[in-house]
């Protein structure tokens, strides 16, 4: 019981990341993809997005591997083993993605055209759009890597691999391209809330093609789900993670609605339950199992005082918490951005 | 290149590298509410403009503190598996309670950075006086896990104690090691932030904004750095009585003996058990170690060969962290003796200053050299072996060169741009005739 509680806030963690820091490797999808006349306003209207919550936001996936190595150290001490390649390959996009944002925002500006970002920034910004590609990719990957099975565990935690890198099957491939999409969604859709006139229109129509991006990846991954994955899709249609899902898929419909008939604000609250209820019916499906098929919940479990300590300080730390993060929230995304005004050295910069 | 000696080299990179980051991280948000604090009130904008120079250095050294954290987080189990198996549980409530202050600091730090028109003046201090707080009380807890390593708790059987889940704050050694990390931050900080503004000075530009960086940033270093000896001198008793090989080892002490010397400076010759070219201070060791100049300091030769650790290494780093903290005392002294007697600093006075900057930093890395070397061969002391905790991967020097060369990339883009941040002062309070800065690519 104590060890179920302690996944489920692992879950509420990672969706919290998925979620919020999602759409900031998004907003660098749209950064690598600008095109066209308002390039540089886009590209501004991200930094200008990201800049002061993409560090908060990061934190919560410290949080969900630290409540992962304390609460199953045997999980998080087996994965590290059979994803050691992929695990640094993150880390690699994680590095060059923070490092070329905070760069890029102190490069000079361009000599020649006052407002455009000068050499430097324009190489840093290239690292930026591109780590925050790969990243995405390579998370969706591990997490397809967990459920795809192929990663046995024997109980004296010896990890040997069957087959191919669990990594690189069909299945983590699709959940690689799917977090892609999804990320670039989540990004679009809040970039259409928070700007106004010609950009919002160019973020909205990011949003509709990322959106048929997303139901283009689920139809890849169902029939997979099912051929590579037979416990995962079980749990899926199981009578736990199907209302879940089927709130999940609601959301998206009506997420894809709101777009269409400008309502981004709509669009936003649909969106933000699509992507947790997808999640946490994943969660859902794959419980027991940490790793399948060797690895569960209460086989990976540290001791109970341990478990206890954890479950007992998150509602203390939640009170210093949950406040903090409304009001950073409030005072730089309640309404929209006037780009126009954006004070000079008011900023980070 | 073996598994083993990789993942150690990678684990030592990794960590130096974050340190100076975490370091700046813990120290800078200080400066700048204590500038803007000023600001407030005396309402002298050169107290703001510094303000906001320091913010800018900090969120720079902030986002590769939290990457190379990050990276630190995963690397613990990437390179240490098995000891995160095995340890996992017991060190995880000192990281889980400082995500809680990790959280905070970023969350504050995205205030206080963007918020300057957003926010009332008493608002956007207070969220960079919690900037500052939460920085200090997240290295106090990570430092606990550390502790753990050097002291675990164990129970009366000698088996580490596995049902309390605050044992990290119950290792004994947390209370010395925290106390002495935290200065040590400040210490960093503030003789490098000094040196920016003592060369800043040596070429003319003796403006309220520069004697006012200097003088702050040198109160607080110098505040921290008398403090320093006496500190230390707790983690030598703290070691003295609980880690008594790693003391021998640190002092290059080989022979077990009553009123033991001090050993100050030469290189230890682990074979023929002698330093050579040392200075002896004679009973001196025995005095600082149990305030009793007859007491038997037990030396290396007490233990068996197998566990000593690098004497070597140890020796060196301990002497060059003494070293750097006392010529720092005496730079920081020098400076506030010129201005208690109302001179202005001299050019040697200033030359110093920028000569002692790095030593801060130095001393810092030179200190974890010695209490981590100092723990071999043990990943966890008298429980597990470090040979014991290292993964089964056998890719692990490909890894350490990547992430060293990846780091060398960063270390040197960042100080290309921290170094442009540090030449532009505001045009504000930038002196008629003084260059005007290039605009910085604000977002
Ligand atoms: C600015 C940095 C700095 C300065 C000037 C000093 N130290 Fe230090 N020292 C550290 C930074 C540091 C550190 C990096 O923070 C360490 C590593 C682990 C720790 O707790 O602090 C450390 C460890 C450390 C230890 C090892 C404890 C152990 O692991 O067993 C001892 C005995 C001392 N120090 C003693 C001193 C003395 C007598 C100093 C006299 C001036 C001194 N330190 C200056
Ligand atoms: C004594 C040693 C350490 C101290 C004093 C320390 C301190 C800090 C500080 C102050 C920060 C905030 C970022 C900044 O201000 O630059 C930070 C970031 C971080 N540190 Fe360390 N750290 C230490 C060692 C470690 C170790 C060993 C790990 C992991 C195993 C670690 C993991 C992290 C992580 C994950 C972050 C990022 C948090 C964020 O995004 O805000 N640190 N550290
Ligand atoms: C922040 C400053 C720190 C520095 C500069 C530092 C430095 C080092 C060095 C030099 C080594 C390699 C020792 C050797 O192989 O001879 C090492 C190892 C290690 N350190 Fe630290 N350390 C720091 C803090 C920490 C903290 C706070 C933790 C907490 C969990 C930690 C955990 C480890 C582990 C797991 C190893 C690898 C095992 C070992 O070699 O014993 N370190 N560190």
Redesign the pocket.
């Known amino acids: 019981m104590l060890a179920d509680l302690a996944a489920g806030l692992a879950l509420a963690a990672l969706i919290a990341y998925a979620v919020l820091a999602g759409a900031d490797f998004g907003g660098g999808i749209w950064d690598a993809f600008a095109r066209g006349p308002r390039r540089d306003a886009q590209r501004e209207a991200i930094a200008h997005a990201m800049g002061p919550v993409w560090?908060a936001n990061?934190?919560w996936l410290?949080f969900v591997?630290?409540l992962l190595f304390t609460c199953f150290p045997g999980a998080y001490a087996a994965l590290s083993i059979a994803l050691f390649t992929p695990f640094h390959l993150v880390l690699l996009g994680i590095i060059l993605r923070g490092a070329a944002f905070v760069f890029r925002a102190y490069s000079p500006q361009s000599i020649r055209r006052p407002g455009a970002p000068g050499r430097q920034a324009r190489r840093w910004g290239a690292v930026f759009g591109a780590a925050s590609v790969i990243t995405p990719v390579l998370l969706g990957m591990c997490l397809g890597a967990v459920s795809a099975g192929g990663v046995h565990v024997d109980p004296a935690g010896a990890v040997t691999i069957e087959g191919a890198a669990p990594w690189l099957r069909p299945l983590s491939l699709a959940m690689g391209g799917f977090a892609l999409a999804v990320c670039a969604y989540l990004a679009a859709v809040y970039l259409a809330n928070e700007t106004e006139g010609e950009l919002r229109a160019d973020f909205r129509r990011r949003a509709l093609w990322a959106g048929t991006a997303v139901v283009a990846m689920s139809v890849l991954v169902l029939p997979l789900l099912r051929a590579r994955a037979p416990h995962l899709w079980h749990g899926l249609l199981g009578a736990r993670a199907w209302p879940v899902l089927a709130v999940g898929v609601a959301a998206a419909l009506l997420s894809g609605w709101a777009l269409w008939r400008h309502r981004p604000r709509l669009a936003r609250t649909a969106t933000v339950a699509q992507a947790a209820c997808l999640l946490a019916g994943w969660g859902i499906a794959q419980h027991p199992y940490l790793i399948y098929p060797d690895v569960t919940v209460h086989t990976a479990a540290a001791g109970s005082a341990t478990l206890r300590f954890v479950l007992w300080s998150t509602p203390f730390g939640m009170l210093l918490l949950l406040p903090s993060l409304w009001w950073l929230f409030r005072v730089f995304k309640g309404g929209a951005m006037r780009l126009t005004n954006a004070p000079g050295d008011g900023g980070a910069g | 290149m073996e598994t083993l000696t990789a993942a150690r080299a990678q684990m030592e990179v990794s960590?130096a590298f974050?340190?100076v980051?975490?370091?700046?991280?813990?120290g800078?948000?200080l400066l700048m509410v204590a500038a803007e604090g000023l600001w407030l009130r005396t309402g002298r904008a050169h107290y703001r403009d510094l303000a906001k120079k320091w913010a800018k250095a900090?969120a720079l050294?902030?986002?590769?503190?939290?990457?190379?954290?990050?990276?630190?987080?995963f690397?613990?189990g990437l390179l240490w598996p098995r000891f995160m198996a095995f340890a996992g549980g017991i060190v995880g409530p000192a990281?889980a309670l400082?995500?809680y202050a990790?959280?905070l600091?970023?969350i504050f730090?995205g205030l206080y950075l963007y918020g300057w028109e957003k926010l009332s003046p008493r608002a956007h201090l207070a969220a960079g006086a919690a900037v500052a707080a939460s920085?200090?009380v997240?290295?106090?807890l990570?430092?606990a896990?550390?502790a753990w390593m050097q002291q675990p708790l164990l129970d009366a059987r000698g088996a580490v104690v596995r049902d309390n889940a605050l044992a990290p704050f119950l290792s004994r050694a947390w209370g010395v090691m925290s106390l002495h990390?935290?200065l040590s931050?400040y210490i960093a900080t503030g003789f490098a932030a000094a040196g920016v503004y003592a060369l800043g000075m040596l070429r003319g530009r003796r403006d309220a904004y520069h004697r006012s960086g200097l003088a702050l940033a040198l109160g607080l270093g110098t505040a921290a750095a008398l403090l320093q000896p006496v500190s230390g001198h707790f983690s030598a008793d703290h070691t003295a009585r609980h880690q008594p090989l790693k003391l021998a080892a640190y002092e290059a002490h080989f022979h077990t003996t009553r009123g033991a010397a001090e050993v100050i400076g030469g290189i230890p010759d682990v074979q023929a058990r002698v330093v050579h070219g040392a200075i002896r201070i004679p009973k001196l060791l025995s005095f600082l170690a149990f305030a009793d100049p007859d007491a038997e300091v037990k030396g290396l030769d007490a233990f068996p060969r197998e566990l000593w650790p690098n004497v070597v290494v140890a020796h060196l780093a301990f002497q060059g962290m003494v070293a750097c903290g006392f010529a720092l005392i005496g730079a920081g002294l020098w400076f506030w003796w010129t201005g208690w007697r109302r001179r202005e600093p001299g050019r040697w006075l200033l030359r110093a200053l920028v000569l002692v900057s790095p030593l801060g930093i130095l001393a810092l890395e030179a200190g974890?050299i010695v209490t981590e070397v100092g723990r071999q061969p043990w990943i966890i002391r008298g429980v597990m072996l470090t040979r014991d905790g290292v993964t089964t991967v056998d890719a692990v020097p490909a890894t350490f060169f990547g992430f060293s060369l990846l780091y060398l990339v960063l270390g040197v883009a960042l100080a290309l741009l921290l170094r442009r941040l540090a030449t532009g002062a505001p045009p504000r309070a930038a002196q008629a005739g003084a260059a005007a800065p290039e605009v910085a690519h604000a977002r």
């Open positions: 560090e990061h934190v410290i591997v630290v | 960590l974050h340190m980051f975490a370091a700046l991280g813990i800078m948000p900090t050294t902030f986002a590769i503190g939290a990457v190379s954290g990050t990276a630190l987080s690397e613990l990281f400082e995500g990790f959280f600091e970023a730090l920085g200090m997240s290295g106090i990570v430092v896990a550390n990390s935290t931050c974890w």
